[in-house]
């Protein structure tokens, strides 16, 4: 059964602690993405990366550390420099051919307390 | 830089009622264009996508949408909404600028009342 899973559904955290976001994906994707979505501000991209070992900033990666080791796995870590953590958190993959589109994970929903 | 904007942030309609929803990008050059939905709970999904060609394109569940380049504008339609529409929908463009990630507009709320 190919997909993005993202674990875990829900994360509580204490201000101030690390805390580390899984994206896995089965459908061989090269490219690989997060995503913030806050409610009224649509999806803004955090991360990606298009192949293995190698990735680009998006447009608020302040506060946030990723790693892609290989290619099914793109992890993301929410730092304590962060302002404001508490969103979901959406993970996707898509290939890099001409028909190129992005598949979405269900989400992780993060809140600091 | 590049943006999106989705000018209905909520509409509300009564089945049967036909759907516009507008979406405008500021970019000059080539793009792909899609819109994504995203049902109460579920994952987000491509509804349609605009690579090339015919400017009009059709996805899933009876959508539309219409490319028209000299207007920046990739509108979203469907002539007639029923209830299982309700749901959160998105514009998106991917321009040579970023790789291969998209920039996605904010977003429009669709309540369909039965």
């Known amino acids: 059964d190919g997909g993005i899973t993202q674990s875990p559904k829900y994360l509580f955290r204490k201000e101030g602690q690390n805390v580390t976001l899984s994206c896995e994906q089965n459908l061989n994707h090269d490219a690989m993405y997060w995503y913030r979505q806050d409610p009224g501000q649509g999806l803004r991209l955090i991360y990606y990366s298009q192949i293995v070992n190698d990735f680009q900033k998006g447009d608020i990666a302040e506060g946030y550390s990723v790693s892609r080791e290989k290619k099914e796995s793109f992890p993301l870590t929410v730092t304590s420099a962060q302002k404001n953590p508490t969103a979901f958190y959406l993970c996707?993959?898509?290939?890099?051919?001409?028909?190129?589109?992005?598949?979405f994970g269900p989400g992780t929903r993060l809140t600091v307390l | 830089a590049q943006s999106v904007s989705q000018h209905n942030h909520h509409v509300i309609l009564s089945e049967a009622a036909s759907l516009e929803l507008g979406c405008n990008y500021s970019y000059g050059g080539t793009v792909n264009l899609f819109w994504y939905v995203q049902y109460p709970g579920q994952h987000l999904q491509l509804l349609l996508k605009y690579f090339s060609g015919d400017p009009l394109v059709k996805g899933i569940k009876g959508f539309e949408a219409e490319f028209i380049k000299s207007k920046f504008s990739f509108n979203l339609r469907k002539p007639s909404v029923q209830w299982s529409d309700t749901a959160e929908y998105f514009c998106?463009?991917?321009?040579?600028?970023?790789?291969?990630?998209?920039?996605f507009g904010k977003g429009t709320t669709l309540s369909v009342s039965s």
């Open positions: 998106a463009v991917k321009t040579n600028q970023a790789g291969t990630a998209l920039i």
């Open positions: 996707a993959s898509s290939d890099r051919g001409p028909t190129y589109t992005q598949y």
